[in-house]
Every structure is written in C-alpha cells, then in structure tokens.
C-alpha cells in the first residue's frame, strides 16, 4: 500500500526534504491515507553524510542506478542539479516507469518538455514545483489553482540572492562588490555568483513559468536578460525620489502580438506589494483576464521551504501511483508545437531610467537633451542629488513612454560624448501594477 | 469525450462563470485536452436572463431537477448560495454521481463534512475553490501546494466587504456608518451589512480554511466572532501612533495546547504585508513548520475572479472524470474523527489596545491603572490625541502581554465606573508577521 520514494542528491535541498519526510511522517500519512516509504538514499560520499536517524531498511549508496534499479521505489526524487548526470538520470528513471520529482530548474527550462514527452509514453510523471520560487506553491497555482483564467502578465522576483543584494544595497548604502561579499559570508551568494547577480537563475525560472502560464515553448536564450551587477547606491537614491524601488524583475507579458519577456533590473513602484519584498524572499504577481490580480510570496530557496515543494509533490504523485491515474495536467501538455519566438525586448514601450556619470563640463544637458529629440524621446525629468562627494556626478534622466529600441540607439549616439566616464545605464520603469 | 456541466444559479458568480466558459472555451479546451460541455443552466427567472451568446443545443431551465436528472451532466455547479435548496441540490447531484462545484461557503463551512463523506460514498467529487477568499488558489495551495508542510498559523484577511469598509475609514477618516452607505451605494456591502460587518461570512470561510490547514472539524459557531462595528475613525489615528493599521483578521494559530481561532477587528503592523492588503482585496498569511512564511492575496469577490475559480475546480474535476480518478485530496479527509473544540479565546495572551470614551474628570487615568494593575495587566502606554474636538475624549490604553480574560475582566471592573461614555472597545495587537 505504500508508495516507495529513494532520494539522489543529499545537499541542502536533499537533507531537508529528509527532514521533512521523517519529521513529518505521521501527517502525511493522516493525509494520504497511506504512507510514503523512503528505501534508498544517494549520495556520492554518503558515508561520510550525517544524515538524520532513519529506519534501518533504508539503503545508502553512491550509485544513482542502485535508486533507478530498484523495483520497490515508484518515485525517484532528484536533487543534484545542472544538467550533466541529472538528465541522465531522469531518463532513466521515466523509461524505467518511476516519476520523477525535481527542483532542477535549469535543466527543466532547457528539455522538460522532452522530459514530459518521455514521462507520458511511460505513463509516469515528472513534478518541478521546487523548481521555481522555493516554498511558494506557485506551479501548482498555474498548473491548476486558476487554470480557469487567461494570463495576461506575469512579475516575478525569482532570484533570493539578487533581492537580498539589492535591498541590502537599499538599506547600507553599501556599493554592489561589498554586498556581496557580505552575501557570500551569509551563505546567500555562491563563490562565483554569476548564475544568481546575472539573471540566469531567475531566467531559468521564468522560462517554466512562462511555457505554464502561455503555453508557449521557450528556451532560455530567448529571454533578454541583463544582471544587477551595474546597480549603484545612489541608484537607489534616485530611485525613491521617484518613488520607486528596484528590483530584479522576470516580466512574461502577452501584448497581442506576442510575449515580451525579460529578467532585468528595473524600477517599480513603492506603491507596489512586489515593491516590500526584501531579502532571500521570492515573489510573483499575475494578471487574469478575468481573476485580475493576484500575488504570491515565501522564501525564494533554503533547504526546508524547498523541501516543503518537494514533499507536496511526492504526495501528489504518490496519490496518482496509489490510485492508478497518472497525472494529466503537464506542466507543458497544452504548449502549441514548435518553438517560440517572443517579441524582440526591443518593442518595449516604457517610460525609461537613464543614469549617466559624466565630467563636469558646460552644455552636458543641452547635448542630452538633443540628441534624445532626435530619436523622438521626450524628457520627462532631470534629477541630481544635491551632494558634494561625487566626483563623477551621477545624475539621471526619466523619460516618456519610448520604444526601447529608440533607447538603445540613443545611448548609442550618447556614448559617443567625451564627458561620459562610463556608458549610460538605462533601466525600465514598469507601470503594470 | 466532452465533459458535460450544468450551472444552478446566474446571480453574480453564475455570469462570471459563464462568460469565462464560453470566451475563454478555447484555452480550456487547449489545456484540458478535451472540451467542457455546457448542457443545461438554471434560474428561478431564467426566460427573463440576459444571457450570453451560446450553442442553441444549452437548454434553460427553472427547475434544477432537470439539471440533476440530465445524464449528460458529470457536473453541476451549485451557485444559489444559502443553506436551504442548495443542500438539497448538492445532495441530490452527489447521490445521482454527479460531481459537484461550489461557491457556498456557508453550507460548506457548516456541513462539509458531510457532503464530502456522500460524494466519497459516491465515487465522485466536491470541489469549493470558489467558496474562499474568490480569486487566490488558496484551498489548492493548502490541499496540494504546500501538502507536505506542517501548517502552525494561518492569518486571513477575508472578507472584502469589511476590508473596504475599514480602509475607507482609515483614508477619509469618516464614520462607520457613512462608510457603509457609500459601500452599499458602489454594490460592494448588501442592503442588510451583517453578514459581513459582523464576521459571520468571514467566519465561515475561516471554518473552511482551517479544516484543510489543520484537519480538525470545525462549526462556524466554535469560533469566536467580532465584527467591525465599533472601529472608530480615531482608532486608525491612535493605531498609526502606533505604527500598526485594523483589519478585520481571521486567526488560526496552533498553540501545543491546542488551536485558537478568531475572527476580530486587531491592530496589526504597518510593516507587516498583510497591512497593504486595501480595498476589497482578500489575503492569507500562513507560517509553516518548515515553509515558513507564504503569503497570496488577490480579488476577495466578483463575478469574474470567482468565476475563474469556479472554472478551474471545473477543469480539475472533469479531468478526474475523464481519466476515470476520483479525486482523493478530501479538503475534510485527513480530519480527525469527531467534532474538535478549540482553545477558548480567553486564553490567548497578546499585548491589547484599550480604547476609552470618558467625561472629563480627575482621576481616570488613576482609577484605570488601578484596576488593570489589580488584573495583573501592565500598561505599556497611554495616547491621547492632541486634539480639542472631541467632547468625549477617547484615548488610549496599550497594556504589555496579557492573558484575554484577564482583559475582559477588567473591562467589566471598568464598566463600573460613572466616567465611561460607552464601554471600553479592547482589539489584540497581533505581533506573529
């Protein structure tokens, strides 16, 4: 009667969704009706692991196929990431009739629709709620929670160590390079924290909420993505004079035309709920032709949150093993064939951000303001901080609603000035809210 | 291959429900892989309806038993509302094994229960999205999302009526009542308010929240219930002294002891997210043993909002039918048999907010000190509004943490006293976010 379950991976992640299953045995059992049995761990130095005292019929070992091998486990739970050994492992495991639970996000956004195809023909699944946003449920909220709407745009902050940078950034005042040091001895920020401060984690992430809320069939690099790392201090401080924040935003949104898409920072609102996520959390905001609006918030990642994703999965998967039904609403099912193409960014019309750090000489403005006519921007605002200290006198331009492409060309053009000390930064000012 | 619906009730969630299945038919088609077939709606006055377009073969009828004996119909969506027909049409479609979609939350939150324990007997499902908190996923979250979690406090903002009623008087600073007529005048409070100024609707959506959440069973009645009556426009002032805004809260906390549960106007921290949620939005707060905090808000009500969750429990439902499952996840399943009491509120220990309208005499703030002290109740401070306009001087008690009873017992002790204009008005400060 029980469904048994073996677990390859026993990092953070892997540890504590063993917690959670041992700890918290007895509830899901009073709401299965039945239990799930852990029968093997892997691990490739689990002998050395300290692992939490469990049943002593568990199995330990350091070979993947010991897991995809044994008869008795119906779910094989995989938590070692990237996209080498994972994905081998994953088919194997779907093409021996085991489903599969993941929180392998970017491997997910690469092939889980392959994946899929594969789970169906064997009549399995493959579960990714740990994939995306840690302990929000927020798969199962596209997949089945509002089903029923038509999703128009979709905000996400889906990257915990980019918000944690920024709103530390926000709140010291401190520059982007001690930020995250400070991260990485928190054990927020990997030693090479690209993936996380360049935007292709939470691209990752994007790429599975997308292909579930519009059905399209994406890959990562068709996604604009532009990191943090060019987020300064003052910034932040302009930013508030706007009465704005920044955040590193994920935007999925269906013009008419087709998807624009993007993970960038940009400004949003203060008035806006996205605006109060700080620190490690993860939040999403949708827009329903008919629900309208809804939000969605909880730790982006951390081992017991994440668990909490992985569990609820093994419960939903173990209930279909357990009655015989395999599940049928695909994370990918109802994707139109082929892949697609979305909006080029560049279509984007937005009010933009420009900040520019300049030598102080005569007619900076005047030069500014006319090469922007010239690409037909209007000037909504000039903005300087009334401080002594900066040598290179930052100061930024808000603009009206203009293409980004004609943006682009104009810092193009601007980049040309000899009083610029580095290039333009431009961010977009989201509105959507 | 088409799954075929039936709809009692056009009111306000009927049209949202009916314009969603047929504009949006594509898209549900698309993502379930097989249409859902509308075969029959049903009203008291429905030769009078202005209805949408749709396929001439729809039948309308009056009499919901042509609804339940049609055996084209696998599901039937109860959309009356009350206590009375509705039952009788939930249980005789259950009974006739037809699977049932529901947005009443009253019947629900008073016999759920046992409507799921007939559907179960039948081999089909009932489903209640829709009976909670209109357009965010929350009883999908709780029943899957986030299954695998030990859930230890669950905080609501439920009720959109009494939420825009609150936030209005907090913006304008104009009294109850006027806000009330205004309320009536947009359609957002019925002719009669009780239903929601006085928690009664909050309180079942409560019920329903926490049979999921913590699997006990529950009656409305078991919960202590406070409406927003008595908040005063200078109650917003004092709790802004504080740095805390009002809402009509809904609480289910586990203690080790034993669950509390309320539904009351409390002060709660302008920091915390659920103070942002304004207007007739709806929000849940719920902190996990291992998730921690999540946090999903969206539209509390409306036609269309509801209507999506009406479609998506449709989707899922049908899907169940069409693969042969009946669904398993019971939102009462893994209830503990028998009725549970929860804790008695008075032993709920919080800091409180005493509100006090006096004549002016010499003396009160002794007298009052006096007694909170002889109940063993600390004063953490006393506000008094630096304003010469009030005749009856309403200032303000906040006490440090005290045992519930205690406060209402020295509020009797006070209610004595020859200064008092009008009982005192107590709220708990809640401090869990």
Same mark, same amino acid.
């Given at each position: 009667m029980a469904v048994g379950v073996g677990i390859i991976g026993l990092g953070n992640v892997g540890s504590g969704t063993l917690?959670?299953?041992?700890?918290?045995?007895?509830?899901?059992?009073?709401?299965?009706?039945?239990?799930?049995?852990l029968k093997t761990v892997c691990s490739r130095n689990v002998q050395q692991k300290k692992l939490p005292v469990m049943d002593g019929s568990v199995v330990r070992t350091s070979d993947w196929r010991d897991v995809i091998s044994n008869p008795e486990i119906d779910?094989?739970?995989?938590?070692?990431?990237?996209?080498?050994?994972?994905?081998?492992?994953?088919?194997?495991?779907?093409?021996?009739?085991?489903? =599969?639970?993941? !929180? *392998?996000?970017?491997? @997910?956004?690469? &092939?889980?629709?392959?994946?899929? *195809?594969?789970? *169906?023909?064997?009549? =399995?699944n493959i579960a990714m709620e740990a994939s995306v946003a840690g302990g929000i449920p927020i798969h199962t909220v596209l997949r089945e929670g509002i089903a029923g709407d038509r999703i128009l745009e979709l905000y996400g902050v889906l990257n915990g160590?980019? *918000?944690?940078?920024?709103t530390e950034i926000e709140k010291s005042g401190a520059a982007f390079e001690s930020v995250v040091a400070e991260a990485q001895q928190l054990g927020y920020a990997e030693a090479d924290p690209s993936a996380d401060v360049d935007g292709l984690d939470a691209r990752s992430k994007l790429v599975i909420l997308a292909a579930l809320a519009f059905g399209e069939r994406?890959?990562? !690099?068709?996604?604009?993505?532009?990191?943090?790392?060019?987020?300064?201090?003052?910034?932040?401080?302009?930013?508030?004079?706007?009465?704005?924040?920044?955040r590193l935003?994920?935007?999925?949104? $269906?013009?008419?035309?087709?998807?624009?898409?993007?993970?960038?920072?940009?400004?949003i609102p203060q008035s806006a709920i996205l605006a109060h996520v700080k620190g490690a959390y993860n939040a999403i905001w949708i827009r329903g032709a008919y629900g309208e609006d809804t939000f969605y918030y909880g730790r982006g990642a951390g081992s017991k949150p994440t668990g909490v994703a992985i569990v609820s999965d093994l419960m939903r998967v173990?209930?279909?093993? &357990?009655?015989?039904?395999? $599940?049928?609403?695909?994370?990918?099912?109802?994707?139109?064939?082929?892949?697609?193409?979305?909006?080029?960014?560049?279509?984007?019309?937005l009010p933009y951000y420009l900040r520019f750090r300049v030598e102080d000489k005569a007619g900076i403005i005047a030069t500014l303001a006319t090469i922007l006519a010239k690409h037909d921007i209007g000037i909504d605002a000039v903005l300087q901080l009334p401080r002594e200290d900066w040598r290179d006198l930052p100061f930024v331009v808000t603009t009206e609603p203009a293409k980004e492409q004609s943006i682009r060309d104009a810092i193009l053009?601007?980049?040309?000035?000899?009083?610029?000390?580095?290039?333009?930064?431009? @961010?977009? @000012? $989201?509105?959507?809210?």
């Open positions: 917690q959670i299953l041992i700890e918290n045995a007895k509830s899901i059992q009073e709401k299965l009706g039945f239990p799930l049995e779910i094989v739970v995989e938590l070692i990431g990237g996209t080498g050994t994972a994905a081998h492992i994953i088919e194997a495991a779907l093409r021996q009739r085991k489903s =599969v639970v993941t !929180a *392998n996000k970017e491997l @997910m956004a690469l &092939r889980g629709a392959e994946f899929w *195809n594969i789970a *169906n023909q064997n009549g =399995v160590t980019s *918000n944690f940078i920024l994406l890959t990562p !690099a068709d996604i604009y993505t532009e990191g943090i790392r060019r987020v300064m201090p003052v910034d932040f401080q302009y930013a508030h004079q706007l009465k704005h924040t920044i935003l994920c935007l999925a949104r $269906e013009t008419g035309q087709g998807l624009l898409l993007s993970v960038r920072p940009s400004l173990a209930r279909e093993i &357990r009655f015989g039904s395999p $599940e049928r609403v695909s994370p990918f099912a109802h994707e139109r064939l082929g892949e697609y193409k979305p909006l080029l960014m560049a279509t984007q019309e053009d601007i980049g040309a000035a000899d009083f610029l000390v580095e290039p333009p930064f431009a @961010m977009p @000012m $989201e509105r959507g809210f």
